[in-house]
């Protein structure tokens, strides 16, 4: 299952953090941003809880989330949409993931790994910008699930339909959101038009 979430604020975001004159403070903020709106819609159906709070005037009938949530950034640019989803859920366990893309092949390697256990029982949200083979994605639900998660989630900002193939082909059972599924892959296997390469935007290392 994927979703493209097209609200409009995501849609004029989205207009300002590909274009290449947005420097990287500029660009950090619309990440943070743009992944606010995405997890929002990401996190509709986890479980919540009935509690009762007591207003000044009375007791009020509410809800809390009643999930264990490990959010995974996939270093190194998932780690900047880290804020914008702690600012939504902000009791969330953080692990790590890091993955390396091979210039050349395009084959991701894992250089990192700490996960919180909680992702046996809980929900492990995956964030990374960009999903364009899929082939970090699915290395990195391939450790998740090595470690014994059970329900994942995929956030990211761009992605394309070659992408959601390859993870869903391998991991049919996984959830992915995007704000935007781009139309292909270049020879050098960046989403078109996407926003380049995320990790150096993000960090001004162009
Ligand atoms: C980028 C991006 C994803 C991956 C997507 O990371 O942040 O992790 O490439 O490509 P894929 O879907 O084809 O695997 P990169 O490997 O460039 O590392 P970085 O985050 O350290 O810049
Ligand atoms: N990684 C990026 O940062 N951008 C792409 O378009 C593909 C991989």
Redesign the pocket.
């Known amino acids: 299952m994927h979703e493209e979430v097209t609200h409009p604020c995501i849609q004029h975001k989205l207009a300002l953090i590909r274009d290449v004159d947005t420097g990287h403070k500029m660009f950090r903020e619309l990440a943070t941003e743009i992944t606010m709106f995405v997890c929002y819609e990401a996190l509709k159906n986890i479980r919540i809880k009935a509690v009762d709070v007591e207003t000044p005037l009375a007791t009020a009938k509410c809800h809390m989330i009643d999930e264990d949530i490990v959010v995974i950034p996939?270093?190194?640019?998932?780690v900047g949409m880290l804020d914008g989803i702690l600012s939504l859920i902000p009791s969330a366990r953080v692990g790590f993931v890091g993955?390396?893309?091979d210039e050349e092949t395009?084959e991701?390697s894992t250089y990192y790994e700490k996960m919180p256990h909680q992702i046996k029982n809980g929900i492990s949200i995956i964030v990374?910008?960009?999903?364009?083979?899929?082939?970090?994605?699915?290395?990195a639900i391939d450790m998740l699930k090595k470690q014994g998660a059970k329900r994942v989630v995929v956030v990211c900002i761009v992605t394309c339909a070659e992408?959601l193939q390859?993870v869903e082909a391998a991991h049919p059972d996984v959830q992915i959101y995007a704000a935007s599924i781009d139309p292909e892959?270049n020879e050098k296997?960046y989403i078109v038009p996407g926003l380049g390469?995320?990790?150096?935007r993000l960090y001004g290392t162009i």
């Open positions: 996939i270093l190194r640019a998932g993955l390396e893309r395009a991701p990374d910008p960009m999903l364009a083979t899929g082939g970090s994605t699915v290395a992408g390859a892959l296997k390469d995320a990790g150096d």
